[in-house]
């Protein structure tokens, strides 16, 4: 799967697989592509989503591990069945997994699947979030668009051009932050770069976060408890941390493959498709 996207992506040029920036605290191997990786505060342990196979097969492959706060698999197969997760969201007990297109609701309790929702005319569910009041977004990178799931209705919620490919999600103060991949040719490759937008949930106007400077083909999006973010380029395996005053800083420097980032109190976790792993950083 690695292989082939990055093919597709005409990554020609190969990069060190040594790591510029600090060390991790621990890092976990034996996953199949791990792109996503959130924490359950009321169990206390992290899920890592799996793709296990090609990132828009419906082959069944993608599985959701357990993983504990120390870095040992808990249960490498938690959840099995799905095609090729990716984004997830936690929120009150339920697991919720973007699945090409479909979003997957679990209830970690008993590992049962509650709502399977069919995103008719979606490609390539990406990455998930919740507000505070349990609703659901959604994006859809290749199509431009950011689903919702209010209460029973799962629709397409904002659909424009302007959201650049849109990959990471993140709910804030009223807002529904963006890491865009930037301008996407058929082949994933940009050129120009993406950017952190916002999105305001009344009007739905969709803006520049900070500058709109371009920044990476931007994958994870994490705030780091501060007032800024943490947000990751797939494609260089950078990851940057962005202060409250929008200025970014090149935080990590890792391999290509550095997918959605999740937090833990403490903790930044990055999971890395191409080596299968998952490290943890002190974030601070």
Do not use: C
């Amino acid at each position: 799967m690695i292989r082939l996207v990055l093919s597709a992506l005409g990554l020609l040029v190969a990069q060190s697989a040594l790591a510029v920036g600090p060390e991790p605290i621990w890092k976990a191997d034996g996953f199949a592509n791990p792109e996503s990786v959130v924490y359950a505060s009321q169990q206390k342990l992290l899920y890592v989503s799996n793709v296990n196979g090609e990132p828009n097969a419906k082959d069944g492959n993608g599985f959701i591990s357990q993983l504990g706060l120390d870095g040992k698999i808990i249960k490498r197969q938690w959840f099995k069945g799905l095609n090729a997760p990716k984004g997830m969201a936690y929120y009150h007990g339920w697991l919720y997994v973007a699945d090409i297109d479909e979003l997957v609701e679990i209830d970690t309790g008993n590992g049962r699947v509650k709502r399977r929702l069919k995103a008719p005319g979606a490609k390539f569910l990406n990455d998930v979030t919740v507000t505070a009041n349990g609703t659901v977004f959604v994006s859809d990178m290749v199509t431009n668009t950011i689903w919702r799931l209010s209460g029973e209705a799962f629709t397409p919620w904002l659909a424009d051009a302007a959201l650049e490919n849109p990959n990471g999600l993140l709910f804030e103060k009223g807002q529904l932050l963006v890491a865009s991949w930037g301008v996407m040719k058929p082949d994933f490759s940009t050129e120009t770069p993406g950017y952190i937008k916002k999105i305001d949930l009344e009007s739905r106007a969709i803006t520049a976060r900070f500058l709109p400077i371009p920044l990476g083909n931007l994958d994870g999006l994490v705030s780091d408890g501060k007032g800024g973010y943490v947000v990751s380029d797939f494609i260089r395996g950078n990851v940057f941390r962005i202060g409250s005053n929008g200025q970014p800083n090149l935080w990590l420097q890792l391999t290509q493959g550095t997918a959605d980032v999740g937090t833990a109190p403490g903790l930044l976790l990055l999971p890395q498709m191409a080596e299968n792993t998952v490290s943890a950083y002190v974030l601070k």
